[in-house]
């Protein structure tokens, strides 16, 4: 089934994978509706680190080609309206998607795009959107966040779900030969993911968040940070501090998607998160999660303390911590749900 599809051109097929032979890569149809990226205002003091960040991601596609998508089908669930998406994000692979709706929506409604984990799924991607995972709470966030009234969109990152195709370590290397960061792909799909649930007719495209856990919210921290269109930011167990993760000698508890050529030369954690600033902003913690070294958090808290202050917001950033190790907690869910319901 064909449904108010986002237009592009067909894929290009050009050449980040194709000379590796590493993806097998489908086609979509275009639509005659185009959307393109819209460069946001500025603020003061921060466009010029937000370039500087996302020239760190290396080659990517151009931000602002038209992006596309054929809808799959849609069906009822538990609730909501789940629909399923073929989106043409990057012009180099087919990138599914799941979008929940409300069953019923007056006018615009606010929108979350929800970042999945990591935790070696590689077969699972979108599917924690719908299904959870076991480090998170029961309900999974589609049901959550249509109960609340929102629009959301989750989709499958590079390697994951049904773009598996490729092993992380072959994908990371392969692209990095040639030029582009497999992290950096990641966030042009994000970003360009949040293109496309922002282009949604009922959508409020002034209420727009983004969540995730883990590998998740190192996503929706980086979208954040480069995207002053997200109003709301809520990362879950990952909020991890490079310098205290290299004093400890714990890198590898990160995958390579995780490693930005030269990024510590130019920010720290608090730095890139700070670029969020003064927009609202949730953080969660583990105190025994050795994913992210408690001394760091101190930093990051620490920093962005004041950072909010100075610019006349303290109540905007929030940084909770429970004595669990990389998990979502009970009271840490329902504190997701009140700042969301807060601030978005």
Known sequence: MISRMLPSTRFSRRDL?????????????CSPMTVRHTTPTPSSGQAQRRRELYGLLGDVPDRGRPIGGTKRGEAERDGYVLETWDLDLNGIETVPAYLARPRSITGRVPA??????????????KQEFIEGRSYLQPVPYAKVLTDLGYVALCIDSWVFGERSHTTEADMFKAMLWRGPVLWGMMVYDGLRALDFLISRPEVDPTRVGTLGMSMGSTMAWWLAAL????????DINCLTDFQALLARK????????YFVPGLIKHFT??????LIAPRAHLGLAGLRDKLTPVE???????????????LGHPERWKLLRYDV?????PEGRLEIIAFLKEFL
């Open 250 to 257: 714990a890198l590898a508890l990160h995958g390579v998607y």
């Open 325 to 329: 190790e990389h998990q979502e907690t």
């Open 227 to 234: 995207d002053e269109r997200i109003k709301v930011t809520v």
């Open 269 to 274: 954690t608090a730095q890139i998160n700070a």
């Open 112 to 125: 979350v795009l929800f970042d999945h984990s990591h935790g070696g799924g590689y077969k699972i991607g």
């Open 17 to 29: 994978l194709y000379v590796t032979g590493l993806a097998s890569i489908a086609s979509a149809a």
């Open 296 to 310: 760091g958090l101190d930093v990051i808290d620490r920093e962005l303390k004041q950072v909010y202050t100075k």
